[in-house]
C-alpha cells in the first residue's frame, strides 16, 4: 500500500496532521482538531513552503503552527526536481545528515518521500519568528560572521568522512565532473537567451569560456569532501528577530551534495556582496572560516583554503546557469539569476579562478 503523502495544501488535514505528529513523537496522544491553511511563505523556485495553523485538544507544548514543504505547482519544475535528485536530496539531507552536524535548520518533523509516484512532503518547525534574508539586500559583515559560523557546523562535522559516499549524494568525483559538463553544455545557451541581455560582455565570455573548463573544475583540487549545502545564499537564511529565535538558521537542502566546503562561503560572499565591498571583506571571512575548521579539528592550510575559495568562485556561475533552465520563471527569479550570474562571473574575473582552473588541468 502507498504511503499516504500530500502534497498540496488542499490535500491537509487535521486527521492526516495529527498522524503523522503522532508518529514523529509530537502530538504525544492529543489530536489536531483544526488545520488551517494560512498562506505561502519564502520565495522559492522549486518548491512551496505553506504555513498551517493548528488547533489541539490539548495544546500545552505542541507547536501553534507548522510549515510544510511540497512539491513545486508548476509541472514541469515538480517532474525535472524529482528527476534530477532536488527533492530526494532534501529528504535524505534530513533524515541521514541533519541529525549529525552541528548546522542549525528548522526542526524537521516529518519527511516524506515517493520518487515513483512523484510525492514529497516535509513537515517543520515554524520559525514565525525569523526573516528571511534577501538576495538583493546582501548581508551585513555581522550576519556574515553567523553564517561563517553555520557553514563550519556543517562543514567540520563529516570532513573527509568516506561514510558520505554511501548515502547517494553527488560527488566531486570523475564521472560527476563529466556530468556536470554535460549540463552546462546544454544549458548556458538557454541561460544566455534568457539573460543574457542583461549581461556584459565581461559576464557572457566568463559563461562561455566556462564551458571547456568546467568538467575539469569538476574534478575538484583534492581537499577531503563534507557536506555542501550547495545554494548557501540569503534568500535560503532566517535571521532571528528575537531573543527567542536563533540567531541564524539554514533552509532548503535540495542541492545538499559532497564537495569542497569553503565553496559554500565562495558562494555566499561573491552572491551577498557588491564587488566593493566583497573585495573588502573576503580575507577576512575566509581566514575566519579556516581558524574555526581548525578549532573544530579540520586541518587546512591557508594558501590550500584560499586556492579552494578561488575554485569555488565557479559554483556561482554553474548554479546561475543550471537554474536558468530548471526554475520556474518569475520576474524576480530572472532579476536573481542575472544578479547571482553577474557577481559570480566578476568574482572569478577578480580572483583570476579561470587561470587556476586551467593550471589545474
Avoid at 552546462?184 to 559576464?203: I, M, S, W
Avoid at 526554475?327 to 587556476?356: C, F, K, N, V, Y
Wanted: hydrophobic content about 40%; some cysteine.
Amino acid at each position: 500500500m502507498a504511503e499516504d503523502i500530500r502534497i498540496d495544501p488542499e490535500e491537509f488535514d487535521a486527521p492526516w496532521m495529527t498522524a503523522v505528529l503522532e508518529e514523529a513523537g509530537v502530538a504525544r496522544g492529543a489530536t489536531v482538531t483544526a488545520l488551517e491553511f494560512t498562506g505561502y511563505v519564502g520565495t522559492g523556485q522549486m518548491s512551496r513552503n505553506g504555513r498551517f495553523r493548528l488547533e489541539w485538544s490539548e495544546p500545552e507544548s505542541r507547536p501553534a503552527t507548522v510549515v510544510a514543504k511540497f512539491p513545486s505547482a508548476d509541472p514541469p519544475t515538480r517532474a525535472s526536481s524529482f528527476v534530477n535528485g532536488a527533492y530526494h536530496n532534501e529528504y535524505v539531507f534530513y533524515v541521514e545528515i541533519a541529525p549529525t552536524v552541528r548546522v542549525r535548520t528548522p526542526t524537521c518533523w516529518v519527511a516524506k518521500y515517493d520518487g515513483e509516484a512523484e510525492r514529497c512532503v516535509l513537515v517543520m518547525e515554524d520559525l514565525a519568528q525569523s526573516a528571511q534574508g534577501d538576495q538583493f539586500e546582501g548581508c551585513t559583515l555581522d550576519q556574515a560572521e553567523l553564517v561563517v559560523g553555520q557553514a563550519v557546523g556543517l562543514h567540520a562535522p563529516r570532513w573527509g568522512d568516506p561514510s558520505l559516499f554511501a548515502l547517494g549524494f553527488r560527488s566531486a568525483h570523475e564521472d560527476r565532473a563529466e556530468l556536470l559538463g554535460q549540463y552546462y553544455a546544454a544549458t548556458v545557451d538557454v541561460c544566455l537567451e534568457r539573460l543574457g541581455p542583461n549581461f556584459t560582455d565581461d559576464v557572457v565570455t566568463v559563461l562561455e569560456r566556462f564551458r571547456t573548463s568546467i568538467t575539469p573544475w569538476g574534478r575538484g583540487t583534492g581537499t577531503p569532501a563534507t557536506v555542501v549545502h550547495g545554494d548557501f545564499r540569503p534568500d535560503n537564511f532566517l535571521f532571528g528577530q528575537t531573543p527567542e529565535a536563533p540567531p541564524l538558521a539554514i533552509v532548503d537542502w535540495q542541492t545538499v551534495a559532497l564537495g569542497s566546503g569553503v565553496t559554500d562561503l565562495a558562494y555566499f560572499v561573491g552572491g551577498a556582496f557588491a564587488r566593493d565591498e566583497r573585495a573588502g571583506v573576503e580575507r577576512e571571512l575566509v581566514e575566519s572560516y579556516r581558524q574555526r575548521l581548525l578549532a573544530a579539528g579540520v586541518e587546512y592550510s591557508a594558501d590550500d583554503c584560499w586556492r579552494d575559495y578561488r575554485w569555488g568562485t565557479f559554483h556561482g556561475v554553474l548554479i546561475s546557469v543550471l537554474a536558468s533552465s530548471m526554475a520556474a520563471q518569475t520576474e524576480r527569479g530572472d532579476r536573481m539569476l542575472s544578479l547571482m550570474a553577474i557577481r559570480a562571473a566578476q568574482h572569478a574575473i577578480d580572483l583570476e579562478a579561470l587561470d587556476l582552473v586551467d593550471l589545474g588541468r
